[in-house]
């Protein structure tokens, strides 16, 4: 297992777009979590998978983002009508259901919105 | 709630000197604590966690940090920094593991 994988690693897209990303946890972590970190910023929670249950979206920005983990493996994070304060990078991170193990991170989508 | 404060945004310390990079947290139950570092397009790395076991907590590279309970600290320190420590450090605190809480970084500069 290589760790978690993100796809794509950069992304520029125009205003008003949708872009969708992808996040490919370790296999046997059940946990999946989205995490949006600004240029210098920590990173910011959004939202989390248990299996395909998302157990915590309130933290999402706003409507135009949507998560969705249907199988309970990969995750895709969808963000529509792209605006410039979008631009971020987005991170994945997937543990196993034990707050002792901590994180692993994905190496993130760097968003840019023109 | 919980958060953490990172009481500096950059440190810098010559290569062979010790570094301490300071954390505060504020949380209403015995929280977990994290340090993560963040080298230039690199994923976050866990350096050390402490979870209510011993409050000296060792980590990889030779980082170790203490929680200290009546401060509401972890800082972490290393005796000798090198130059591949030079990377965005984050603290990081959680109380139920569903949420981490990060600092807004501590940016380490190691000067040959």
């Known amino acids: 297992d290589t760790g978690v994988s993100q796809d794509p690693r950069h992304k520029i897209t125009k205003r008003g777009q949708n872009v969708t990303f992808r996040c490919d946890p370790i296999s046997e972590h059940n946990r999946l979590y989205w995490y949006r970190q600004t240029l210098g910023q920590g990173p910011e929670f959004l939202t989390y998978?248990?299996?395909?249950?998302?157990?915590?979206k309130s933290r999402l920005l706003s409507d135009r983002f949507s998560a969705e983990r249907p199988k309970g493996s990969f995750s895709t994070l969808e963000i529509q009508r792209t605006e410039q304060g979008d631009s971020a990078m987005y991170l994945c991170?997937?543990?196993?259901?034990?707050?002792?193990?901590?994180?692993?991170f994905g190496s993130g989508t760097r968003l840019t919105v023109v | 709630a919980q958060s953490v404060t990172q009481l500096d945004s950059h440190v810098s310390v010559s290569e062979g000197t010790p570094v301490l990079l300071r954390c505060n947290y504020s949380s209403s139950y015995s929280p977990s604590l994290f340090w993560y570092v963040q080298h230039p397009n690199k994923g976050l790395q866990l350096l050390l966690k402490?979870?209510?076991?011993?409050?000296l907590v060792k980590g990889i590279n030779g980082f170790e940090a203490e929680f200290k309970k009546s401060e509401t600290s972890f800082h972490l320190t290393k005796p000798s920094a090198h130059m591949s420590d030079a990377a965005e450090y984050f603290c990081?605190?959680?109380?139920?593991?569903?949420?981490?809480?990060f600092g807004t970084g501590t940016s380490l500069t190691v000067i040959p």
């Open positions: 998978f248990q299996n395909e249950a998302q157990l915590e």
């Open positions: 991170a997937s543990s196993l259901v034990d707050r002792a193990d901590g994180y692993t």
């Open positions: 402490y979870t209510s076991a011993a409050t």
């Open positions: 990081v605190v959680s109380n139920t593991g569903n949420q981490f809480y």
